[in-house]
Nanobody
Framework: QVQLVESGGGLVQAGGSLRVSCAASGGTFSRNAMGWFRQAPGKEREFVAAISWSGGSLYYADSVKGRFTISRDNAKNTVYLQMNSLKPEDTAVYYC??????????????????WGQGTQVTVSS
């Protein structure tokens, strides 16, 4: 069983930056592909970014490419999402997710095994 806890959300002005973190416990973090997803009010959950278990493969949604950076620290069992040049349309609850057992990284939500509870990111205009 893997537990994921997100932190670092908050309120930021448009153009600002924020870093959200996801701390994992249980299982073997270094064997997990990790992803970030978000869900805005009235919208479906959407893929944001993902990183392979080795950290060697990174994937981003087109809407955040060039502004967001995903990274991981296997020694700290933590995955990060650095968000720069934030826009009001980035406002959402941000969730991290884990795909265990050296499975390939993916942008498909249904392929992830564990989810965190989410952290709210609000970007004001």
């Amino acid at each position: 069983q893997v537990q994921l806890v997100e932190s670092g959300g908050g309120l930021v002005q448009a153009g600002g930056s924020l870093r959200v973190s996801c701390a994992a416990s249980g299982g073997t973090f270094s064997r997990n592909a990790m992803g970030w997803f978000r869900q805005a009010p009235g919208k479906e959950r959407e893929f944001v970014a993902a990183i392979s278990w080795s950290g060697g493969s990174l994937y981003y949604a087109d809407s955040v490419k060039g502004r967001f950076t995903i990274s991981r620290d296997n020694a700290k069992n933590t995955v990060y999402l650095q968000m720069n040049s934030l826009k009001p349309e980035d406002t959402a609850v941000y969730y991290c997710a884990a795909r265990v057992g050296l499975a390939p990284v993916t942008s498909r939500a249904y392929e992830y095994d564990y989810w965190g509870q989410g952290t709210q990111v609000t970007v004001s205009s």
